[in-house]
Structures are given as C-alpha cells and as structure tokens.
C-alpha cells in the first residue's frame, strides 16, 4: 500500500449517550440561515464545525445519499423521507423546501441503503429487507416493495434495528446486521437462530423468493450482540463492524458493568471469497467479552484491554482460557455502554465513523490506509472526539443523540439524532474534508493526494497537524457511566 495513503485513513463513530464538556463551543459561523439546535449546542473539538441542517423530523435514524445529492432518511416508526440540501457550501448547507415522503411504512426503523447505480433502494423492518426502484430525479420510489430478505424476527423482539449495508466492493453483496432479542439471549448461542450474527446476501440475483435470514447468506460472524454499525473499509474492502455490549455484567460475584465490558469494533475479513480466520466465526456473545478497565475484573490475569474473557462464575465450561481460544477478539475496544449506533468510513479509506447512545457523540478512529485501525488491540485510546454534548448531566432528555451518519460528495458529515428530530452537519472549519485526518484526529497532515486513497474534493485543504491531545480524550472515556440504551 501506498505510504502517503498511510497516514490519512480515520473513522468516524458516533457515540450516543455521554461525554464531558472540556472543549469550546463551536463558533457560530456566518451562514445566511441559522437553526438553532433544540438543545445546548454541540461542544465541538477545536478546528471542526458543526451546524443544525434541519430540524422536526421524527426519530431520524439511517441515512443514506442519493445520486441527486438529497438525503434519504429513515423517520423511525414512519417511513423514509428525502430532505433535499442547499447548494451552500461548507457547513451553511440546510435543508430546503418540503420534507417530502418518498416511502411511507412504519414498520421501517433504521437501515436504509442504495444499490450502486442509485437506482434500488433497500430499507429494513424488525423482520425484513424491502426494495423499491427509486428515481432520484424525481426523489420517489417508482415500484412498490420487494421482499429481499426475510425471517429476521419481530417487532417485539428486543433488539429491532437491522442495519443495511451495500457492499462498494464486492457488487450486490448487502449485509444486514441482527442484534440479539435480550440484554443476555441464549439464542445466540445456537447459530441456526440466526440471533446476533451479521450475514451478507448477494441481492444482484434475488428473484421471486426472498432470502430466508437464518438459511441462506454468507454468515460474516456470530454471537455479536447487537452490531448495529457495519462498514467496509474502502482500500482493501475488509468489514468491519461496533457492537453494543451487554449491560448489567457480573463476574465472579462482584457487578463491574460500570465500566466492563467494553464496547467492541470487530472485524469480519472480506466479501470477495478470499477466506480469514474471523469470518464466520463466534465472537463471544453471551459467554464471552471484552475487558475495558482491567483493573475492575476480578480474576484478571493474563487480560489486558481487549482481551475476551468470560462472564458470571468461571466453571469447567465456561472460562476465560475457553474465551480467549475459541473467540474471535475485537480489533478495538471502546468504553463501555458507549452504544456505537454507527460507523462510517470516508470514501478513500481515511475515515470511519461510529455513534453511540452513551456517549452521545461523534468520535473518530484512525486507520492506516491498508486496511487496519492505527491503534494496538489493547489501547484504550482509540477514539477521538469531534462532536459531543457539553453538559452530560443533562442527557438523555436535553441531549442531541446520533443515530446515523452519512458522507456527502465533498466531504461533509451529516449526523442524524433521533431523540431532537435533527439532522447535523460536522465540517473542518478549514475547509478540508471531514473525512480527512483533521487537527483534532491526532494525526499528522494528510499527505498531498497521492497513491491509494486519494483525499476527498475538498481535500486538497489539508489540516495544520496540530498534536492532539491526548491524554485530555482518555480523561472523557474514564468519565463515562453505565446508561444502557437500545
Ligand atoms: C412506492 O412504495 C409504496 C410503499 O412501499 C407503495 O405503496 C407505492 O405503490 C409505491 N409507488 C409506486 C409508484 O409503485
Ligand atoms: C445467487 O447468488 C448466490 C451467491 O452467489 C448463489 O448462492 C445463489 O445460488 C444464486 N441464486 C440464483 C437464483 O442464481
Ligand atoms: C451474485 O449473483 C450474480 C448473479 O447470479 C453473480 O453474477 C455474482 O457473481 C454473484 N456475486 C457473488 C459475490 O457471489
Ligand atoms: C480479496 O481482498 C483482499 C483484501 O483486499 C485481497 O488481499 C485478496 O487478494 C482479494 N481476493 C480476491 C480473490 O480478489
Ligand atoms: C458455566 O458458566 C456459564 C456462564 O455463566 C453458565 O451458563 C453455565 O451454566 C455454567 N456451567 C456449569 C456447568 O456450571
Ligand atoms: C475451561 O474451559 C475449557 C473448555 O470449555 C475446559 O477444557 C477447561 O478445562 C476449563 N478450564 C478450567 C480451569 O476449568
Ligand atoms: C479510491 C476512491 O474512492 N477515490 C475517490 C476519493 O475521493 C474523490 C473525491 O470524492 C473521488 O474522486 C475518488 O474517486
């Protein structure tokens, strides 16, 4: 790989629920319009902006572009909506005009998801993967639904979000990702379930019936709790997903769910038929997770951060030794009950992005550029944050809450949060790319647009490197606290 590509590749992550107000208030910008924030405004990190876009929506959550620039967004229990954008630049840029409805279904509650060529669109309900032909001249579905995939279960059943997926890489391959139906669900330990596993279906061939979830598909992994975050790498199309954790952790007699287990950013290998050890295989869940403070875990020898190591009372069965060989560990760890609701990797590789509702806030973790997070399996501060709530005594209720992420064609973040019906815009106020390695990602300046992974459109504006600090990111981990959601 390319070594100019090396030193530009992030992910972004949204996480929901909790923060700490250590950094300034966003600037105001001078836009021609304005919408103030329902809530307190974002803290948002130094060099990076971030703006109301619009507002009133209800339950915004997945959110995807189409090939007119407009966001397709799906209001949870509603339907889809398409909010078209001004062609304001940088992040000036606001919803105008109507919301207008392009599907109007409540089942549908989260993913959401275009074909490459923009022209079928794949939204999911608790039980199933739908698709419409969708004319994005006209901003509505031009069919009425077909079932693409079924069989994933029902409204009741705990965990309903089924994140889509629309692999770049491998054509037609759509990931659909199912959580588990309780906060410890023994269903997930028999893989014909289908229960908390991420499975992949090639949508380019499906005909009259639809995919049967737990039957067919190319199964990425099991016993993953609820991953409600997928996405694929773009240089080497490896997939990776963050998955919510269980709350409520005991360990041999002692409650350590404060800060145990840590919330996980797994990887799945590839879609192209090149085989890895991690695909397909366990991931622990419900037997077996990964350590966040080490220092909490009774009996913790040999674990480190990330380490997988078993739940409840060790036994013959049951135990860390079983844990750490037949389990495939995570990539990286992150705080626990953080709730990664996303992740988005930039379009060249530099950049991925998670959310999740403990955090409640926007996060980005570097990547190399060949496919791999910067940061060891074992640290502790990988995440760094953009985006945040300034006053997390004041979440849930007077808190913004990512719910969804998705990058425009030059470069922007937007960021849907479902609780104050917003959607966001995250800008580097230097004009670069979101989506490059900007001075808060703790990198040094992207190199010039060389190699691999190319910078975004705006990309050429390449950050001042300023050093970050860090010690000041793992200071808002250490604060976080038990708030489980979703
Ligand atoms: C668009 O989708 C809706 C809901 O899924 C359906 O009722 C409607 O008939 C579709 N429109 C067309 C033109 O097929
Ligand atoms: C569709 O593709 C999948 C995976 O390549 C294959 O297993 C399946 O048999 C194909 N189905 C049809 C109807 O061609
Ligand atoms: C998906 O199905 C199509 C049509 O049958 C086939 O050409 C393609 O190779 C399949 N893709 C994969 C990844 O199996
Ligand atoms: C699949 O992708 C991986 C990673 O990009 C690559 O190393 C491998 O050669 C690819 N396999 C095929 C069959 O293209
Ligand atoms: C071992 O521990 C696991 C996890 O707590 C539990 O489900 C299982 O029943 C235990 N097995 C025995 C034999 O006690
Ligand atoms: C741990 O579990 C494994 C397999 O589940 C078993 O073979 C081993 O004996 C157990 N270790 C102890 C110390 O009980
Ligand atoms: C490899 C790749 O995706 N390159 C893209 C990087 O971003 C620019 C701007 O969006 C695109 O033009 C490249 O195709």
């Given at each position: 790989m390319a070594a100019a590509a090396s030193l530009n590749l992030i992910i972004a992550i949204i996480i929901c629920c909790i923060g700490r107000g250590t950094r300034a208030q966003s600037a105001a910008a001078p836009c021609a319009s304005t919408l103030a924030p329902k809530?307190?405004?974002?803290?948002?990190?130094?060099?990076?902006?971030?703006?109301?876009?619009?507002?009133?929506?209800?339950?915004?959550?997945?959110?995807?572009?189409?090939?007119?620039?407009?966001?397709?967004?799906?209001?949870?229990?509603?339907?889809?909506?398409?909010?078209?954008?001004?062609?304001?630049?940088?992040?000036?840029?606001?919803?105008?005009?109507?919301?207008?409805?392009v599907v109007a279904d409540e089942r549908l509650n989260h993913g959401v998801e275009l074909a490459a060529d923009g022209r079928t669109l794949y939204a999911s309900s608790a039980g199933a993967v739908y698709a419409w032909d969708y004319d994005a001249d006209e901003g509505r579905n031009s069919s009425g639904p077909r079932e693409v995939v079924n069989g994933m279960g029902d409204p009741?059943?705990?965990?309903?979000?089924?994140?889509?997926?629309?692999?770049?890489?491998?054509e037609g391959m759509l990931l659909v990702s199912r959580g588990s139906m309780a906060n410890l669900d023994p269903a997930a330990q028999d893989i014909s379930t289908g229960v908390s596993t991420i499975k992949a279906f090639n949508v380019s061939n499906v005909t009259d019936s639809p995919y049967r979830y737990t039957e067919d598909g190319v199964l990425l992994g099991w016993g993953l709790r609820n991953s409600v975050g997928i996405a694929e790498e773009p240089v080497t199309g490896g997939i990776y997903s963050v998955e919510n954790s269980v709350d409520n952790f005991e360990r041999e007699g002692v409650n350590i769910h404060q800060n145990n287990p840590g919330e996980e950013m797994n990887f799945h290998g590839y879609l192209n038929g090149t085989e890895t050890a991690e695909q397909g295989g366990n991931y622990g869940y419900p037997s077996c997770y990964a350590a966040w403070d080490v220092g909490e875990?009774?009996?913790?020898?040999?674990?480190?951060?990330?380490?997988?190591?078993?739940?409840?009372?060790?036994?013959?069965?049951?135990?860390?030794?079983?844990?750490?060989?037949?389990?495939?560990?995570?990539?990286?760890?992150?705080?626990?009950?953080?709730?990664p609701l996303d992740m988005k990797f930039n379009g060249n590789g530099t950049a991925a992005n998670r959310d999740s509702p403990i955090g409640y806030k926007l996060s980005v973790i570097p990547f190399d550029g060949a496919g791999s997070p910067t940061a060891a399996s074992t640290s502790n501060t990988a995440a760094l944050d953009i985006v945040s709530n300034a006053d997390l005594s004041r979440c849930p209720d007077s808190c913004f809450r990512p719910a969804g992420l998705a990058w425009d064609g030059q470069g922007r973040l937007f960021m849907s949060s479902d609780t104050t019906g917003e959607i966001y815009v995250v800008v580097r106020e230097d004009g670069g790319s979101a989506n490059e390695a900007g001075p808060s990602s703790g990198l040094p300046s992207p190199p010039s647009s060389t190699g691999a992974a190319p910078s975004g459109p705006s990309g050429a504006a390449v950050g001042k490197g300023e050093v970050v600090d860090v010690a000041r990111f793992a200071a808002v981990w250490a604060g976080i606290m038990a708030l489980p959601l979703l």
């Amino acid at each position: 790989m390319a070594a100019a590509a090396s030193l530009n590749l992030i992910i972004a992550i949204i996480i929901c629920c909790i923060g700490r107000g250590t950094r300034a208030q966003s600037a105001a910008a001078p836009c021609a319009s304005t919408l103030a924030p329902k809530n307190a405004a974002p803290s948002v990190a130094p060099g990076w902006s971030a703006q109301v876009v619009a507002s009133g929506l209800q339950k915004p959550r997945g959110m995807v572009f189409d090939t007119r620039g407009h966001l397709l967004v799906v209001q949870q229990g509603v339907g889809i909506a398409r909010v078209r954008l001004s062609a304001e630049k940088g992040a000036c840029v606001r919803a105008e005009g109507e919301v207008a409805d392009v599907v109007a279904d409540e089942r549908l509650n989260h993913g959401v998801e275009l074909a490459a060529d923009g022209r079928t669109l794949y939204a999911s309900s608790a039980g199933a993967v739908y698709a419409w032909d969708y004319d994005a001249d006209e901003g509505r579905n031009s069919s009425g639904p077909r079932e693409v995939v079924n069989g994933m279960g029902d409204p009741e059943d705990g965990h309903v979000t089924r994140t889509l997926l629309m692999s770049r890489r491998v054509e037609g391959m759509l990931l659909v990702s199912r959580g588990s139906m309780a906060n410890l669900d023994p269903a997930a330990q028999d893989i014909s379930t289908g229960v908390s596993t991420i499975k992949a279906f090639n949508v380019s061939n499906v005909t009259d019936s639809p995919y049967r979830y737990t039957e067919d598909g190319v199964l990425l992994g099991w016993g993953l709790r609820n991953s409600v975050g997928i996405a694929e790498e773009p240089v080497t199309g490896g997939i990776y997903s963050v998955e919510n954790s269980v709350d409520n952790f005991e360990r041999e007699g002692v409650n350590i769910h404060q800060n145990n287990p840590g919330e996980e950013m797994n990887f799945h290998g590839y879609l192209n038929g090149t085989e890895t050890a991690e695909q397909g295989g366990n991931y622990g869940y419900p037997s077996c997770y990964a350590a966040w403070d080490v220092g909490e875990i009774p009996q913790s020898e040999n674990v480190q951060v990330g380490t997988q190591f078993a739940i409840g009372d060790q036994n013959a069965t049951v135990n860390d030794t079983f844990c750490r060989d037949g389990h495939v560990a995570p990539r990286l760890t992150f705080a626990a009950h953080m709730a990664p609701l996303d992740m988005k990797f930039n379009g060249n590789g530099t950049a991925a992005n998670r959310d999740s509702p403990i955090g409640y806030k926007l996060s980005v973790i570097p990547f190399d550029g060949a496919g791999s997070p910067t940061a060891a399996s074992t640290s502790n501060t990988a995440a760094l944050d953009i985006v945040s709530n300034a006053d997390l005594s004041r979440c849930p209720d007077s808190c913004f809450r990512p719910a969804g992420l998705a990058w425009d064609g030059q470069g922007r973040l937007f960021m849907s949060s479902d609780t104050t019906g917003e959607i966001y815009v995250v800008v580097r106020e230097d004009g670069g790319s979101a989506n490059e390695a900007g001075p808060s990602s703790g990198l040094p300046s992207p190199p010039s647009s060389t190699g691999a992974a190319p910078s975004g459109p705006s990309g050429a504006a390449v950050g001042k490197g300023e050093v970050v600090d860090v010690a000041r990111f793992a200071a808002v981990w250490a604060g976080i606290m038990a708030l489980p959601l979703l």
